[in-house]
């Protein structure tokens, strides 16, 4: 069925926001997951900068929008322009899917859903678990918050001395003092190797959750030698494009299962997709359609 015969007085619209949108795979990954099940629902995007952005949430509440997804910049910004936030949003200060639940906007983070998701299709239960965790950034931060959610036993994030230290400082305290559950969160600086390398051999996980190893630092990895890595160890990177990091080989090396990012781009889309729809994505029909 094409497009333009589907759409009806009944379709339901989804938005997404953001600038610049024109790269996003969620339109396309919508839409044909809405076009495969049948379902009267259509994805389209908006170039939203934060100036827009109250302007645009009034109009999609006045047009009674099912949802949205949410991106950069507005991640953050869209915070208090809702109704109700998960714990997952609140505590990563950050929001990308919103659901309209008969008028009251929900704010979700499916970026660190999707993450353990896409672990749990590898057979990974992370409970009790220590995890290594690079980065402090809008990613790094949803896949903090939810290793706590998730009942992640220890957490222990390095980020260099930028910007986003002071942020990996602040995971850590929400982590420790606000958070329910047992999780035990540590930050280390990335320019101290010895902890790093330390920290990495007590882990059960190593994640990646900085853009080292994608374009323009593509063939770079924060572990600085295969040695460093173990067979028992599970190491996983966000960057998907390449499918294999620098860090993936140097894993895949050594006998690690390796795990790339796609899997967690497809879940953080597919956790959002059953809030608006009440359905499963169908993720391996969307995975071989356009990767
Ligand atoms: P961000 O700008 O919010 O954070 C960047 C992080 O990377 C910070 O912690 C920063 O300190 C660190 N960093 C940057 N350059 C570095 C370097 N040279 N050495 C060490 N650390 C460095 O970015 P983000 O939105 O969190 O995105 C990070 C990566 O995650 C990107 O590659 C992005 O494509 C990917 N990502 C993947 C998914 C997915 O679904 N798979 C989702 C979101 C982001």
Redesign the pocket.
Known sequence: MTDQGRIDGRTKLIGLTATPIGHSLSPAMHNMSFRELGLNYVYMAFEVDNKQLEDVVTGFRALNLRGFNVS?PNKTKILPLLDELTDGARFAGAVNTVLNDNGKLIGYNT?GI??FRSLKENHIDVKGKKITL????????AIAIQAALEGVKEISIF??D????N??ENNTVIINEKMEGDCIANVYR?EDKETLKEEIAASDILTN??????KP?EG?A?VPDPSWLRPELIVSD???IPRKTKLLEMAESVGCQAIN??G??LW?GAAAFELWTGQEMPVEYVKNQMF
């Open positions: 950069m970026d999707g993450y690079l980065g402090a950034g809008g990613a790094a931060t980020n260099r930028d910007e986003y230290f942020r990996a990335l959750a900085t853009g080292v190893g994608m630092l770079q924060l966000v960057v998907y990012g796609l967690m781009m953080q």
